[in-house]
Every structure is written in structure tokens, then in C-alpha cells.
């Protein structure tokens, strides 16, 4: 599956998918969705639900560090 059809998979129960592990960093829940990669590893897709809207606040590829509050933009 390539991320575009993934992230269109949010939609459908955004909810259902679990906190972050720096979800207690921020003041909303931020939540994650993984997609994997052709070379097996795995993206993941930081997110928030508002309303009924799902606010992708950033996609973190392997490797890179847990997102922090200073990453997102207000």
C-alpha cells in the first residue's frame, strides 16, 4: 500500500488508532498510523483529530527522532 491510499485509510476511523508515545508532550491527544515501506520498515504518520477533521501534522520516516512540540506549527 503507498502512503497517499494509507493516509486516506485515516479517515475511516480515525479514533481507532493508538497515542503516540509523545502524546504526553502535547495538549490534544497525538495520535499515529505506521505504513510500511517497501524495504520493510515502517513510516509513521503523527496525527490529531479535530472535530471531524484529521490534522496530519507530520510524517516521520525511519530513523528519525520522536516529534516534539517545537516541530509542529501552532
Known amino acids: 500500500m503507498n502512503l497517499l491510499a494509507a493516509v486516506l485509510r485515516l479517515e475511516e476511523s480515525p479514533e ?3 497515542l503516540a ?8 491527544p497525538l495520535r499515529q498510523f505506521l505504513v510500511r515501506t517497501k524495504s520493510r ?5 503523527m496525527f490529531t483529530v479535530v472535530g471531524s477533521e484529521v490534522r496530519i ?3 516521520r520516516r525511519p530513523g528519525q527522532p520522536p516529534i516534539s512540540a517545537k516541530d509542529v506549527s501552532a
Open 41 to 45: 520498515l515502517s513510516n509513521r504518520v
Open 57 to 59: 501534522l507530520a510524517i
Open 21 to 28: 508515545p509523545e502524546s504526553s508532550q502535547f495538549p490534544f
Open 16 to 18: 481507532s488508532w493508538p
